[in-house]
């Protein structure tokens, strides 16, 4: 019989994991829950969950630390962050650390359940990946390349440093360079959160950190551009 999935929930506030577990296992999914930041480690090297909704103010180790130490020993499970800040820089140090998207508290349940089940299915989908026209694998625009197969980046010949969402996003922009994408349409293109009505502004996040990465300038973007009140579209003649 094949295991259910299962979700990892790293939160201090027991009334949250109440509710978290009820509606997680009402959806199909096994949980396992710790209430610190330690514990919460521990269980996420040893149990291998399928996605670990991790708090950042947590006892004995923040979520911040937590998150950092599992990238480090090379554990890709996806990490959705609840926070109740409101600070950007906290979303961006989040993401920037490796985790995959943040929501903020108050939640819904059912944004919280699509984003467990669209980040769940994105690595699933992942794995599955059937091989791409050798013609498609390498996407050359001069200073930037993008090396899909290996899911690199380079410029200039130097290898760049970029996050699993990152590379998505700049990947599936390059990919339709000169295409405008609305920042729902990139939600559910991109992040898979079909049919997403919610906060949007992991995708402001997302861009803001890839511009960093990639731009001579990111105050002055070539790459990747904004057009006022539609979107970002990817530019690769400049």
Same mark, same amino acid.
């Given at each position: 019989?094949?295991?259910?999935?299962?979700?990892?929930?790293?939160?201090?506030?027991?009334?949250?994991?109440?509710?978290?577990?009820?509606?997680?296992?009402?959806?199909?999914?096994?949980?396992?829950?710790?209430?610190?930041?330690?514990?919460?480690?521990? #269980?996420?090297?040893?149990?291998?969950?399928?996605?670990?909704?991790?708090?950042?103010?947590?006892?004995?180790?923040?979520?911040?630390?937590?998150?950092?130490?599992?990238?480090?020993?090379?554990?890709?499970?996806?990490?959705?962050?609840?926070?109740?800040?409101?600070?950007?820089?906290?979303?961006?140090? =989040?993401?920037?650390?490796?985790?995959?998207?943040?929501?903020?508290?108050?939640?819904?349940?059912?944004?919280?359940?699509?984003?467990?089940?669209?980040?769940?299915?994105?690595?699933?989908?992942?794995?599955?990946?059937?091989?791409?026209?050798?013609?498609?694998?390498?996407?050359?625009?001069?200073?930037?390349?993008?090396?899909?197969?290996?899911?690199?980046?380079?410029?200039?010949?130097?290898?760049?440093?970029?996050?699993?969402?990152?590379?998505?996003?700049?990947?599936?922009?390059?990919?339709?360079? =000169?295409?405008?994408?609305?920042?729902?349409?990139?939600?559910?293109?991109?992040?898979?959160?079909?049919?997403?009505?919610?906060?949007?502004?992991?995708?402001?996040?997302?861009?803001?950190? #890839?511009?960093?990465?990639?731009?001579?300038?990111?105050?002055?973007?070539?790459?990747?551009?904004?057009?006022?009140?539609?979107?970002?579209?990817?530019?690769?003649?400049?």
């Amino acid at each position: 019989m094949e295991r259910k999935q299962r979700v990892l929930i790293v939160e201090d506030e027991k009334n949250i994991v109440d509710i978290l577990r009820f509606n997680l296992q009402k959806e199909g999914y096994d949980t396992l829950e710790a209430f610190d930041g330690v514990t919460g480690l521990r #269980l996420a090297l040893e149990e291998s969950p399928d996605l670990i909704l991790l708090d950042l103010m947590l006892p004995g180790m923040n979520g911040f630390e937590v998150c950092k130490l599992l990238r480090d020993k090379g554990k890709n499970t996806p990490v959705l962050i609840i926070t109740a800040r409101e600070e950007e820089k906290d979303k961006i140090l =989040g993401l920037d650390l490796g985790a995959d998207d943040y929501i903020t508290k108050p939640f819904s349940i059912r944004e919280l359940m699509a984003r467990v089940k669209a980040n769940i299915r994105r690595v699933a989908l992942s794995g599955q990946g059937a091989a791409q026209p050798a013609q498609e694998q390498v996407l050359d625009f001069g200073r930037l390349v993008i090396h899909k197969e290996q899911a690199q980046v380079t410029k200039d010949g130097e290898r760049l440093e970029l996050t699993q969402r990152e590379f998505e996003l700049l990947t599936y922009l390059a990919s339709h360079a =000169g295409r405008v994408f609305s920042r729902q349409e990139l939600m559910e293109r991109v992040w898979n959160y079909e049919g997403y009505v919610g906060d949007v502004r992991g995708v402001d996040v997302a861009v803001r950190r #890839l511009r960093e990465k990639i731009e001579d300038d990111p105050g002055q973007p070539k790459y990747i551009i904004t057009r006022r009140g539609a979107g970002y579209y990817f530019q690769k003649d400049f």
